[in-house]
């Protein structure tokens, strides 16, 4: 399984961005696909998951703000950021985890929430 990220960028407070994950093969159940993110000098933080059955979690930090969705038709996973804040900035990875193999991780896309 290879996965490509994009989306990332430059965007103001209070703006917007959708970053998308593509995986390069079908994943079959169970599996789930998420998003992590690591800022220079700190430890890496998870964002959001979504199962293969459409179960979503949050991290506190960005509940209610993110929302992760999956095209299973396109093998793709997408991280909705609305009202970003500087604290947002960060490199996000994707991560693919299915029971009894290794996780799977993309090469990171940056985002940058800066005036």
């Known amino acids: 399984v290879q996965i490509v990220e994009s989306g990332g960028g430059l965007v103001q407070p209070g703006g917007s961005l959708t970053l998308s994950c593509a995986v390069s093969?079908?994943?079959?159940?169970?599996?789930?696909m998420g998003w992590h993110r690591q800022a220079p000098g700190k430890q890496r933080e998870f964002v959001a998951k979504?199962?293969?059955?459409?179960?979503?979690f949050y991290g506190g930090s960005v509940k209610g703000r993110f929302t992760i969705s999956a095209d299973k038709a396109k093998n793709t996973v997408y991280l909705q950021m609305n009202t970003l804040k500087p604290d947002d900035t960060a490199a996000y990875y994707c991560?693919?985890?299915?029971?009894?193999?290794?996780?799977?991780w993309g090469q990171g896309t940056q985002v940058t929430v800066s005036s």
């Open positions: 991560v693919v985890e299915r029971l009894g193999t290794d996780d799977v």
């Open positions: 093969e079908r994943l079959f159940a169970p599996y789930e």
């Open positions: 979504i199962s293969h059955d459409g179960n979503t």
